[in-house]
């Protein structure tokens, strides 16, 4: 008789916090034993010389998702959980996004139907929220925020996504009330649209040219001003896609300053620059995304705030669209940089590109790598200890990484519909090469072997992150006003 589902056998564990060479038993979807010597398993898996670490969390990717300009990602949830998969991501978070005049609920509601017969592996969502309505605030907001989607993103930018400050102030306020986080995308609109019109009408509509018309001030000052704002209200908030070394500082001098402002970086701000705008004819549409990639010493910025803990999650910001007129060039040869659609896709090569440059290239430690790969995402989205960790009791996501398979990344090997990838050609060395979803072996010698639809919907909770500190603002607090209680804290 058979103690365990699944063994996995002598590997060298690896958690955010430690490193051990023992055995995982798993009994059904979850983790039931850790130690050496561990009873028989149903299966067994010899990962000796392997590591094993928990299952990524991807928590920013955008599947299934029309842009503002209405073109829809190449990816549905099938594809996209795929291509998650196989780079060694077992969880993602994606967004449920309200276009203008939607309501959210409903718009939850059309991505649950579009998930749950797709998905792969399991899945949780944030909201975008670009239309703060009364009833939205009110209503619709607070009642999913309970029921487990508890972040949601807001924009500065994009005509049709953002808010003012006004608007910003209002939803921070219903995030304090009600414990949910606030992801932001920080860039100045006025700034961005000053310069595209100048560039436009000067002739310069190139894909080199979005790289201009969004420069690092934009980053720069929204990011600051965002942060001004949530320390107004007192309510943490995550500042998504940081690309410019001076947003990082601004979020840097926040937590320096005891403020709960996190921070997040993405590959393609790792590992592009601008210059990869600037390629024959419109190729360098492949490379445009908002914020853009910026240049070397941005670049190793960066990698600083990864190091010294600035920012606490390292995401894809998946946002895939074909290369083509269904996707980046809606007018063919004609189309200018302003009607490109923002976005790569990064969902399969996030981990491989942070594990070979970050962990072999001695920028990171094993553990740093697990902790920006999967555990702070779960900590910081209320999916922790469920996802994240490798503990008795803990889902069973594991991904077993070969530390030496040494890769030449070419388009044909992923799984994603792009169909291109920005890192052509790239070497990297570290893959993921069994990937486990709540005990189901879901990748395995280079084959998927989940069904569609056995991912599975993850409300989150109330995050800790998003907890306020509780010392409001001079403006609000009523010692500050004369004894005046304006009941608003
Ligand atoms: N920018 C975004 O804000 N979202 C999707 C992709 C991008 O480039
Ligand atoms: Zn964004
Ligand atoms: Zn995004």
């Not at 560039?199 to 001004?228: K, N």
């Not at 996030?350 to 990171?364: N, T």
């Amino acid at each position: 008789m058979a103690d365990f589902d699944l063994v996995l056998r002598g590997g060298t564990l690896v958690t955010a916090s430690d490193t051990m060479t023992c055995d995982i038993g798993v009994v059904g979807e979850r983790i039931a034993a850790l130690g050496r010597g561990l009873g028989a398993g149903k299966r067994e898996i010899d990962t000796a010389g392997a590591y094993v670490l928990p299952g990524g969390v991807d928590s920013h990717c955008h599947i299934e998702q029309r842009s503002s300009g209405g073109v829809m990602t190449a990816d549905d949830f099938y594809s996209a959980t795929v291509s998650a998969a196989f780079g060694g991501t077992t969880t993602v978070i994606p967004f449920a996004a309200q276009h203008r005049g939607q309501s959210l609920r409903q718009v939850v509601q059309d991505y649950h139907a579009c998930a749950g017969p797709k998905a792969v592996i399991d899945y949780a969502f944030h909201l975008i929220v670009s239309d703060p309505s009364e009833s939205v605030l009110g209503q619709e907001l607070p009642a999913l925020i309970r029921d487990g989607y508890s972040s949601f993103k807001v924009y500065m930018t994009y005509e049709r996504l953002k808010l003012d400050d006004r608007q910003l102030l209002d939803v921070l306020s219903v995030a304090r009330r009600e414990g949910a986080l606030v992801m932001v995308h920080a860039e100045n609109h006025d700034v961005i649209a000053w310069m595209t019109e100048r560039l436009l009408q000067g002739g310069h509509g190139l894909p080199q040219h979005h790289a201009l018309s969004h420069p690092r001030a934009a980053e720069g000052e929204a990011t600051h001003r965002a942060i001004r704002l949530a320390e107004f209200l007192d309510v943490p908030m995550l500042v998504v896609h940081v690309s410019a070394a001076e947003a990082m500082d601004a979020i840097r001098k926040a937590q320096t300053r005891g403020l709960k402002i996190y921070g997040e970086t993405c590959p393609q701000y790792l590992f592009l620059t601008a210059a990869d705008l600037d390629r024959d004819g419109l190729e360098g549409a492949k490379f445009c995304c908002s914020p853009p990639p910026r240049d070397t010493a941005d670049q190793e910025a960066m990698w600083r705030g990864l190091n010294n803990g600035t920012f606490q999650v390292f995401s894809s910001d998946h946002a895939p669209y074909r290369f083509d007129e269904s996707g980046k060039l809606p007018r063919g040869e004609k189309t200018t940089f302003k009607e490109m659609a923002n976005g790569v896709p990064g969902l399969e090569l996030r981990l491989p590109l942070l594990f070979s440059e970050g962990v072999r290239g001695g920028r990171l430690s094993l553990n740093e790598f697990v902790a920006l790969a999967s555990t702070n995402a779960a900590k910081l989205y209320g999916l922790y200890p469920r996802k994240g960790s490798l503990a008795v009791g803990a889902d069973a996501d594991l991904a077993i990484w070969d530390p030496e398979k040494t890769v030449e990344v070419s388009y044909d090997l992923l799984h994603d519909r792009a169909g291109y990838t920005p890192y052509e050609g790239r070497r990297i060395t570290g893959w993921p090469v069994t990937v486990i979803n709540r005990g189901r072996v879901v990748v395995e010698d280079g084959a998927l072997k989940a069904e569609r639809g056995s991912g599975a919907f993850l409300p989150c909770d109330p995050p800790e992150s998003a907890r306020p500190l509780g010392r409001p603002a001079p403006e609000l607090d009523p010692a500050a006003n004369g004894g005046t209680d304006l009941g608003w804290s």
